[in-house]
Every structure is written in C-alpha cells, then in structure tokens.
C-alpha cells in the first residue's frame, strides 16, 4: 500500500514540477531560445528544476541549515520530530542538515573531478586525433588497455596506493574517468578531421592550437557537452559509491554516499532514513540524465 | 490512345517537417499514367519529384505525410485504404528502384534471398520457383554468371551489376509498375549504358509501366515517353517526350535546354613556363600504385581539365600537387622549381600560391565560423592584413563573387545556399591571391543553372586574376564549357592528352572515344543508336 | 575462411599485449609513489625494523624490473603471493570467492540479458510510442540510481516481508537451488542497473539503421514492420549489440562490488574492499589483474563474435 501511495505521491511531484518549469522556461527565455523550450520533454523541464534546485541550496547552504555541519546535537537515531525534521544520525547530528551540506561537499567534489577529467581528457583525445599516425597508435593503445581495468576497480587500486584523502580521491577519479572522455573526444574528433574544411586549414599552413580552438572544439562542443552531463553522472555515482564504501570522503565531512553506509542498520528495522540521501543522489543523476537525453535527442533530430 | 489508365494522382499535397512546423514539399500536383507507359518526372534538387514518386507507393518518408488530393491505383484509393493493403501492393504491384543499389541492398544478406523475399511473403510463388526465377531474371538483365551472382552478398557485386540485380527485383512479382528513383546517378558514365539498355530492354518484354525519376534529360529522353517538369513541387509543363524536346513551352523549360549553352573562348596555345608541371609522379597509398608515371602541365590563365572516371586517379593527382600526398617517384614543379613534397615541408609563400576549391561546399567551409573569418583568415595568415584594411578586403572579396557584404559578412555557412557556398568556397581561395586553383569536381553537387553561374564567375576570375585552373571532372559537358587542354585519365594512367577541341574531334584513344560517347544526347534515338554502333542488340 | 582466422589470431595477440600493458600499469602503479611504499603503508610511527621486515617481504629491495618479473612468472603460475595482513597466500583467498562472484555475475547475465535485447527490440518496433517513452524514462531512471540504493529499496521492500533473504550465507550444506534462491536479491539489483543499459543501447543501434536505404527498400517491398526490424535491422545491429552486452557484463564486475558488499556476499569484491581498507596491496593487485582479465576475454569475445556475424569480412569479395 505504502509502495503505491509513494509511488503515486512520486509521479504527482513530478508532473507538477515538470510543468511549472517549463511553463516558467517558456516565458523566461529569451526569443532566439524560444523554439528549443517550446518541444520540450516533461522530463527534461523537471530535470532542469531539480539540478537549479541543487545548485541553489549547494550554494546557500550555511544559511539555510537549520545546525552546524558536524555539530553533535543529541542522542542518535532521533524520529523524524522537531528540530530535527529527519531525525538524527548515528552520532546525533541533524540529518536535515547533514543533507544540505551533503549538497555542497558530493556535488562540488563530482563537478571539479569531472571538470579536471574533462579538460585533460578532450584536449588529448583531440590533439590525438589531429595528429594522427604513431603519436595517436600509442596513445590510443595506451588508453585502450588503461580501459581495461574496469574504473572502480582502477581507482580501488589507486587509492590503495596513495591513500584515501579528498585531493587523491579527485585527482584518481579524475585520471580514470579522463580516458572515457579521451575516448569520445578522439571519436568526435576524427569525424571532424576527415572534414574538408580541416584539410583546407592543414594546407593553408595553421598551426595546432588554431586548428584545436577554432575549427575543431567549435564543432565538437555539442557532443562534448552532452558528454560532460553523462560523466558527471558517472563521475559522482563513483564517488558515491567509494564513500559508501567508506573509502571516499570521509567523516565528519557531509557527504551522502557515507551517510548510507553509517545510518545502513536502519534498513533491517525498516527505517526509511539512510535511503534519504542515496535518493538524493539518485535524483539529480535522474535530473541530469533526463536532461542530456533532451540535448541528445535534440542533436540528433537536427541532424534528419 | 484508348489505353486503360493505371494511376491517377490528383491534387497531391505532401508536407515536410522541421521542427514542429509543416511545410509544403510538393503542391498539387497531377499525374496520369496509362498501363505499360513510361513516365519521366524531371526537376532538381527540391523538386520533390522522389517524393512523388514514393507517394505513387502511398508511402511517405519519416517526417514527411500526405496532406492532400488523391492517388488511385487500378481502382484502389491508396490514401483511404488501410496499411495492410498498401502494404500488400508494395513489392507486388507497384515495386521500387532506389538511387544507390549498393546502400539500399540489405548487407546481411544475399542477393538470391532478398529477392525471393517479395515473391515469398507475397504469396506469388514458392521460394525455389522464385529462386530459378531470379536466375532467369539476371540472365535477362544481362549479369555475367546469372547461376551463381544471387549467391553472393551485395558487397561482392560492383555497382553497376547491383543496380541490374536491383532491377530485377523490383521484376520478381512482375508489377504493373515500377518507380525508378535516379537508378544511374551514382555509376560511371560507360557503367551508365549497360544499365539504361538492360532497364529499357526487361520494361519494354513485360510491358510494365514506370515513372522515371532523373535530374538528366538526356537520360530520361533516352527512356520516356512522356515527361512532366517539376520545379520546387509545382508541375511546370507535361508533354510526349519528342515534342517536349523539340519545343519546350515554358521558360523554365528553356532554360534547362540552354544550360550548357556555355562555352569559353577559344584560347591561343600557351607558351612560357607552366605554372604548374607534373613530371613523371608515381603515388600511391600503401602498397598500391594509384597514379603511375604520369606528367602534364598547367600554364597560366589557362584551365586543364583532369577527366576519368571513379577509381581513376584525378583527385589523387590534385593530393599530389597540393602535397597531402607525397609522390614515390618523379615530381611537382611550380614555375619551374621543384616543391618539396609533402605540404609540411613547404613554405607559408608556397602554400598561399596554390589553392583548392571542394566539391561538397557543405564539408569544405567550418559551418562554426562566420564568412568574416572564413575568408579573412587566409588573408589575414598570407598577407598580413589587419583591421581596416582586413575589412576592405574582404568586402572586395564577397563583391568580386557577387555576394552584398554588408549583407552576408557576418553568416554563417549554413544561412547560405549550395550556389552561395560554393562562391564562399572561391572567394576563400581568392583570398591566399594564388596563381594555382584546383577546383575537385566544384560543379557536380549543384544544380545546372547554379553550375552554369559558377563556371562563368570562375571563367571571369581566370581572365581578371590570370589565373592557372586544375579542373577535375568526371562531367564531360563542363570540360566541353570550361576547360583549354584536357587529360584523360584511366586506372591512375593518363591515357591521352591535348586541346579541348583536337580530342573531341578527333579523340586518338579508344578508351576518350568510349568515354565520349557514352555521354548521353538529347535525342530520343541516341542510345538506339549507339547501341547499334557498339553492335548491341537493341 | 583464411582470413578470419588471421583476423581472430591478430586479435588473440592483441588481447595479450593489453594483459601485458595491464600487469604492467597494475604493478607499476605502486612505482607512482613519490616516498617510501613500506613507510607509505605503515605510517609515521613504524620502528626501522618493522619497515626492514616489510621491504623485505616486498621484495623492495630488488629493483623494479627485477620485482616485476617475480611477480609475473608467480602469477603465470597461479601464485600471487602472500597477503599482508592475513599472511595467507592469496591464490587460497581468491579461489573459493572467484567461484562465488562468477555464480552472482552469471546469475544477474541470465536475467538481464534475454530481457534487455527484447525490451529493446520492441522499443525499436514501437519507436515514439508510449511504451518506447516510458521505457526510456525508466531505464534512464534506473540507470541513474546508485547501485546500493537499488539494493537497499529491494531490501526494504522484499526482504522486510520475509519473502527473499537480505544477506547471503554459503555454508558446505548450500544447495545449487538455496544459491538461486539466496542470491536473488542481488542479482536482481544487477539486472535492474545493467538491463537499462544495454536496453537502451539495443534500441539505438536498431533505431540508427532504421534511417539507412535497405531499411527503406525492404518496406517498400511491402514487408511487415516485425519483418523489417527482426530480419533486416537486427542482423545489421548484431555487431553493436554484441558489443553492448560485452560491455555491461564487464560493467557488472564493477556492480559485482557494491553489491557484495551491501548483501555481504562472500564475493571477491568483498575481498577487495577489505584489502583496500587495510592497504593489502598485493591482494589488491591479484584481484585488479583478475577483473581486468576478465573484461580483456569479454571484450575479446565479443570482437570474435562481431567478425564472425559481418558478411563483409566472413565473405571476402
């Protein structure tokens, strides 16, 4: 019965907000951007909201939780009553608050990994691509047998070796999930090197860096794009996952992934509390797929 | 004419989507055609003669409908019946040729399999009969080893022999009619023949009707009895093939007759050093020769043709000269001095004084860039202009190809359209101030009358800017408008070479001979004609 | 027929050389390390004896190449060395958990696969229908929940009522049917996070051929829209689909992880995580060199296979 009133409750939420938003992305947007809100998926203008959502309380969060970020507050394991709305964690800290937090620190973290992988891995794979011949056999060759090794199981090994602090936490995700983005930049890359517009710059003398900056990344940014929501995605689902294995951000930094893994024993007594913030992580992976599919299948539509 | 009528479209309206507007692709048009007729439908790009031509099929492609009018089949209202029906006619009563056999075979399977598919799932006959069938078929249409061609996969076939085997199934359930959409636009010119004669030859044994979809008249004189011109999905004028040829009403008409009315002056022998020389090159990729041994030159304000057809090595010569392509052996002289090979090794001066204009403008200008850039950049890099004096120049550039610069200074390519783009490609070439153009097939993605406007912008440039043209071509009427001297090229060998006006006189070879006259005419006797000259039955 | 055998001979050596570039990068990778390996692990505080004892258990004293060459002819040989903090021999860790994994990973593969290419096939067939649209959301959906939180909804939802246990016990009296009947809470969280994907994925590589020519020819020949899809696009697809499920049954050895560990599944990855936590650096490596072994054979598979079903290469012209 729960199941189908959630279920219901959940599906309710989310027609309302889709059609707010996008009824509100419709009057906001300036008249040259009209026609893409115009055909756009109840999905993507829910997206759209829950990731603003997102940003919004990462950015106010001291201001708007109602306790400090690790301060001890009471016994554990509190109920869901005032002042602590959703009760306390396993040390007695506000859950609500630890949740906001949780915004800031996870969702931070993720986008600076993805942001590093991304800079280092689509100047390489295009640079690769441009180049061509030995440099890029090497490179590839390389890259492809670093893929090899599944990436949690790549960064477990990283981090086995240099240790488990949020700099080499970012800086490893950062290095494996560079190669996926090396992939999809040499790909995109090599279908605009093949161009003919690319050989007349080659044969008007342009350097590598003219050809990288004005007549490759301006052409590739569309899949880039689309590409850096998907590996964010994938980028913080990892994260996640290493703090719930409790080998990534560790206490007494919020962070959601490790807040599952503390408060997990409420599970078996059927306590919801510990899902809340593993919801929180699924949604804005929802959010920010449900988006890039919108873009993807925008991009593609063009294309017929 | 007492014949029964097997068609009728009247008032037919179909609506094309871009985002989520409608447009009009084809606006009313009618069409009628008698049992064991042949129809041509003629017009260019944006026609919608294709569409059309699928509509007769009560098909209409993803993202386009039927808005409008009627299509009767033999008694059968193809707009009102349910898709069972229409789908129960495809195939078996109505069948279809596509442009490019090679993408429209299924790659999993073999040719044998795809045939028998209609006859089988239509009930017409058992999968054996079907079988021998199409090995009577293929013997008809004249495909070497009619046995045991069906049993290979459409890759192992050349494109030529898949466009027979295409034919042939369309054939399979012997329809009342078929629907041939460009089935030679893709093949070589002497390939061209061998598939007009087989087509003409299975219509006329079984008396199928057809609606022949082409954007040559030549062709379709060839295989018509009546034609209907479109134009941006409206019919212009419809009449029996002959009298269309002989007097064309309408203006649009006429100008489609007098498109290669174009001919450049005769111009004196040329002396003095070739701009360009090519001597004795031997290139390749791998281990594969694909020029050998071949040598010509090129002299100022003066246009060399470079002629062949796919395969034959004319693109790869211009890889050779512009240096993307080192050669083996022998080697490229500019004004008499040897270049160095390849183009990274050449200087900024070298690379500015030879320039290249792209078939396929589409591919050839950053549809990311504004025209300012475009065409300022070369000038910008070569001559060191800046600033005001960037600006002018590039102004004069956009006036000299006949485009307003206030205009069109700050478009992107893609706010253009195929004539335009392919001036933007001129002008970028202009741009460098070059003595060497190499134009790779500039005209053959275009329309006539826009093909027409661009030979003689180039034709003007040459005598303004004493120009040197490498022209490559497969299209033997634009050598005939365009070019001074000709190379013939075949297998990566340059089997003859001289004036424009010696080898079509009096071409030496036999191989510029069949090259020559494999160009249709437009004269509904040709083909017959040259047929009977080649010894074919006809 | 030659040159099919060439082909799946080129790519066997292939498949080697990246093993190779494997071991390399896995057992290199502690070479990264700026400092001391032995202080690195024990600390700060660790007396110069203790460290001496470490580096010589290490073998750091040899050098680097020397140290490589060990280890690889050990594990050519099925020896991977001794773990660090159980002294055991890790050959004797892995082998009854190797088995366990594959069990879970194999069980979640018989599920998701059939399932996936059929859900596929029919979002391809009912393209822009309602059906296609609340496919994708919910596979979009599901491929964006953390693999624990699947669990932990299955958890509360199926095993709080009793029906299916929430943590796995494989004792000598298990029975092949108690594991099916064990294991399927976490299987079933596998299958849902890998089934969106290759779902997803079956039905673009369908949907992108859909557009080509022969596509187009084959319903103007009148054929049925089951027809077109199974017989014309799917054939075509094959190759890319193949490839799709290499990739989420190697993407499952990464699930294989989390999963484990949340239903405490005596698994490998439950190994690893333990390992990681102590920094048991060569139980780490053993196992890294294992997944990665594992997905170098998938992938390889799935190239054989992808040759064998392209006429293009089984039929040279």
């Known amino acids: ?304 | 004419m007492d014949k029964q009528v097997l068609l009728t479209i009247k008032g037919l309206k179909i609506e094309g989507r871009s985002g989520d507007a409608w447009h009009p692709i084809v606006k009313g048009v009618d069409l009628t055609l008698n049992k064991g007729e042949v129809l041509g439908l003629i017009g260019e790009s944006g026609a919608g003669k294709s569409t059309i031509g699928l509509a007769a099929m009560g098909f209409a492609r993803d993202g386009c409908r039927i808005s409008g009018g009627t299509i009767d089949f033999d008694g059968i209202d193809l707009r009102a019946a349910p898709e069972a029906t229409r789908r129960g006619l495809r195939g078996k009563r109505i069948a279809y040729v596509a442009q490019s056999a090679a993408a429209s075979f299924n790659p999993a399977h073999k040719l044998i399999d795809q045939y028998s598919e209609g006859p089988v799932i239509h009930g017409v006959m058992p999968r054996e009969k079907a079988e021998a069938d199409a090995i009577e078929l293929y013997r008809r249409m004249q495909l070497p080893n009619p046995e045991e061609i069906g049993f290979r996969y459409p890759h192992q076939v050349s494109g030529g022999q898949l466009q027979r085997a295409m034919t042939a199934m369309a054939m399979a359930c012997r329809p009342d009619l078929i629907i041939f959409d460009e089935p030679t636009t893709a093949l070589d010119v002497t390939t061209q023949i061998e598939v007009l004669h087989a087509i003409r030859d299975i219509v006329e044994q079984f008396g199928t009707a057809a609606i022949y979809i082409t954007h040559d008249l030549a062709v379709v004189a060839q295989m018509a009895d009546r034609i209907k011109i479109l134009l941006r999905g409206d019919e212009i004028e419809e009449s029996d093939t002959r009298s269309m040829l002989a007097a064309p009403k309408e203006d649009y008409t006429k100008s489609l007759w007098a498109v290669r009315s174009f001919v450049r002056a005769e111009q004196p022998p040329a002396t003095g050093t070739p701009v360009v020389s090519v001597r004795n090159v031997t290139a390749g990729y791998g281990a594969i020769d694909i020029l050998k041994d071949i040598s010509f030159d090129i002299h100022a304000r003066r246009t060399v043709a470079v002629v062949g057809e796919s395969g034959s090595g004319k693109s790869t010569a211009a890889r050779v000269i512009t240096g993307l392509l080192p050669p083996r052996q022998g080697q490229v002289l500019f004004n008499g001095k040897p270049l160095p090979p390849s183009f990274k090794s050449r200087s900024r001066e070298e690379l500015r004084q030879c320039q290249m204009i792209y078939q396929m403008a589409d591919t050839a200008l950053n549809p990311k860039l504004r025209l300012r850039e475009l065409i300022g950049r070369p000038a910008e890099m070569y001559l060191g202009l800046k600033g005001k004096a960037l600006e002018t120049r590039i102004n004069d550039l956009l006036t000299l190809i006949e485009l307003e610069p206030a205009k069109y200074i700050d478009r992107l390519p893609g706010e253009l359209s195929g004539g335009q783009k392919q001036r933007i490609g001129i002008a970028r070439a202009l741009a460098a101030e070059p003595k060497l153009i190499i134009c790779d097939e500039v005209t053959s993605a275009l329309d006539q009358i826009v093909q027409e406007g661009i030979l003689k912008l180039l034709d003007r440039l040459q005598s303004e800017l004493n120009l040197a043209y490498m022209f490559i071509t497969h299209d033997l009427a634009t050598v005939k408008s365009i070019a001074d001297e000709v190379v013939v090229m075949q297998r990566g060998l340059v089997v003859e070479r001289g004036p424009k006006s010696d080898l079509f006189a009096a071409p030496q070879q036999d191989y510029t001979n069949l090259l020559l006259s494999s160009v249709p005419e437009m004269d509904p006797d040709w083909l017959a004609r040259l047929l009977a000259a080649r010894g074919v039955r006809a | ?317």
């Open chain 3, 1 to 317: 027929m030659n040159a099919i055998w060439r082909m799946i001979v080129h790519r066997l050596l292939l498949g080697v050389l990246t093993l190779f570039i494997i071991s390399v990068v896995i057992f290199g990778a502690t070479e990264l390390l700026p400092g001391d390996l032995a202080r690195e692990l024990l600390g700060q505080s660790a007396t110069e004896e203790t460290l001496a004892a470490l580096r010589e258990q290490l073998g750091l004293n040899d050098s680097a190449p020397v140290r490589y060459w060990n280890w690889l002819t050990g594990v050519l040989q099925g020896d991977f060395g001794v773990s660090m903090a159980t002294q055991k021999p890790i050959s004797e860790l892995v082998g009854a958990r190797l088995g366990n994994t594959l069990f879970l990973a194999l069980y979640a593969a018989a599920m998701s696969v059939p399932l996936s290419l059929l859900l596929g096939i029919l979002a391809a067939l009912w393209r822009n229908t309602i059906f296609d649209r609340a496919s994708n959301a919910l596979a979009l959906t599901a491929i964006s929940f953390p693999e624990f939180f699947v669990a932990y909804i299955l958890i509360l939802y199926l095993a709080q009522s009793g029906l299916f246990p929430s943590l796995v016990r494989i004792t000598a009296a298990t029975t092949f049917g108690d594991m099916l009947y064990m294991c399927f809470l976490p299987s079933l969280t596998l299958t849902m996070v890998v089934t969106a994907h290759m779902m997803r994925m079956t039905r673009a590589a369908i949907i992108n051929l859909l557009a080509s020519p022969y596509i187009e020819m084959s319903r103007l020949k009148g054929m049925s829209p089951m027809r077109v899809v199974v017989r014309h696009a799917v054939p075509n697809a094959l190759a890319p689909i193949i490839n799709v499920v290499a990739l989420n049954l190697a993407y499952l050895i990464t699930g294989v992880v989390v999963v484990e560990v949340v239903f405490v599944y005596p698994g490998l990855g439950q190994l690893m995580i333990d390992a990681v936590t102590n920094r048991d650096i060569a139980v780490v490596q053993a196992i890294a060199l294992i997944f990665a072994s594992a997905y170098v054979l998938l992938n390889l598979i799935a190239d054989v296979l992808s040759t064998i079903t392209n006429p293009r290469l089984m039929h040279r012209r």
């Open chain 1, 1 to 304: 019965m729960t199941v189908l009133l959630s279920l219901i409750i959940g599906l309710a939420l989310f027609f309302a907000i889709g059609i707010a938003s996008r009824a509100a992305l419709r009057s906001a947007a300036p008249a040259h951007h009209k026609p893409m809100f115009r055909d756009m998926p109840l999905t993507a203008s829910f997206g759209l909201a829950v990731i603003l959502f997102y940003v919004v309380v990462a950015i106010l969060a001291p201001a708007i939780a109602p306790f400090g970020e690790g301060e001890v507050l009471g016994a554990q394991y509190l109920p869901w009553e005032s002042p602590y709305y959703l009760g306390t964690d396993k040390l007695g800290r506000d859950m609500l608050t630890r949740l906001i937090y949780g915004a800031r620190n996870t969702v931070g973290i993720a986008f600076a990994t993805t942001a590093l992988a991304f800079v280092l891995g689509s100047l390489l794979g295009i640079w690769a691509a441009l180049v061509g011949g030995k440099p890029d056999q090497f490179l590839s060759r390389f890259v492809d047998a670093l893929m090899a090794i599944p990436a949690l199981i790549f960064s477990l090994l990283l981090l086995t070796i240099f240790g488990t602090s949020v700099l080499t936490l970012i800086l490893v995700i950062a290095a494996v999930d560079a190669t996926r983005v090396y992939r999809l930049a040499r790909s995109v890359a090599q279908g605009i090197v093949v161009m003919d517009y690319i050989e007349a710059a080659r044969l008007r003398g342009e350097g590598m860096w003219h050809l990288i900056r004005r007549e490759i990344l301006p052409n590739a940014m569309a899949p880039l794009v689309a590409e850096f929501g998907l590996r964010f995605c994938f980028v913080f689902l990892s994260i996640s996952a290493l703090s719930f294995l409790g080998l990534g951000i560790k206490p007494p930094t919020a962070d959601w992934g490790s807040m599952v893994r503390e408060n997990a024993t409420l599970i078996t007594f059927g306590d919801i509390t510990p899902l809340l913030p593993a919801g929180a992580i699924a949604l804005l992976t929802v959010a920010v797929n449900f988006v890039v599919d919108w873009q993807l299948h925008r991009a593609s539509g063009l294309k017929e």
